[in-house]
């Protein structure tokens, strides 16, 4: 376990290292979710031993977000009559995201073929 | 012996507190999301947020402290974002038999998302600040506030529109999928893990597996996508 924590920590500071050594716009945890993704595809026993902790992390996803999430509650006061506009943005366009995704994703499966194994 | 008082003001000082009443919160959030068989309105992380807000709030804890406790889950978003490879590791042969559908579902989702908040926003007058910290909230939070951060926007409000985005996705999401009559686990749980990232994707495991793995690849892949897309979309508004 620790040795798999170990790798996803290097990931990631791999990605952090790289995406300010370049200057990307793309953030340093999504470089190392590539490069894990990479090195469990290349080396199986790899994957193996990631692969459990990977899930334990992945299982509580939802309690990584409380503390940014507290961090609502003072912000909505400072925010005004701008949090009308914000709260339409996100409520219309999360909407029409899924139903776009939804759709796109089913009108192409009909077309390839491609059905759920 | 000692006032409650004293002890209080003891144990707010350091971060012990507030990183095990953040568990606690959540493990009582889980077990009424749990009590209420998992419905779209009992979501563990909005339960939480309401519980601790309440605590902060009667207490007259400044944010700033209770995060000092907290920043110790909050950290893990980094790792978490890493780990996600796992399950995209694991629907590697089920990715490439619908690699396809996946593409369309995801560049349209992406798109859709970042375009449709821009221009309501854009509409609503928001200023440019705002709109480059509503561009990435579809995104992971680690992610979102990376791409905030580099657009010019605000990190902790960005933090916060991802997670009201999570919210409103795994909310609004079955019963939005079912009114529409979508019955493919792939392309329900792709869009969501698209539009509305980890919270998302957690609802979605809790609806399916198959619908699960697929937020899980929607959530990855849109993190990458929204990097690349993003500045170029924001700069259509500005």
Known sequence: ?117 | MPEIADIWSYLAQGPLIWLTLTLVAYVVADAVAQFANRAPWANPVLISVLLLAGMLWLTRTPYTTYFEGAQFVHFLLGPATVALAVPLYQQGARLKSAILPVLAGLSAGSVVAVVSALWIAHAMGLSPQLLATLAPKSTTAPVAIGIAQSLGGSTTLAAVLVILTGIVGALIATPLLNALRITDWRARGLSVGVAAHGIGTARAFQVNPTAGAYAGIGMGLNAILTALLAPAILRLFL
Do not use: K, N, Y
């Open chain 1, 1 to 117: 376990m620790i040795r798999a924590l170990t790798l996803i920590l290097l990931c990631q500071l791999a990605g952090e290292t790289v995406s300010r050594a370049l200057a990307l716009p793309v953030p340093g945890p999504v470089l190392g979710m590539a490069l894990l993704w990479a090195l469990m595809s290349a080396f199986a026993p790899l994957a193996r031993a990631v692969v459990p902790v990977g899930e334990g992390i992945l299982r509580h996803l939802s309690l990584l977000f409380v503390p940014a999430g507290v961090g609502v509650v003072g912000h909505v006061s400072q925010l005004g009559t701008q949090a009308l506009g914000l709260a339409l943005a996100i409520l219309v366009s999360t909407v029409l995201a899924i139903i776009a995704g939804a759709l796109a994703f089913v009108a192409v499966a009909r077309l390839t073929g491609s059905r759920d194994a």
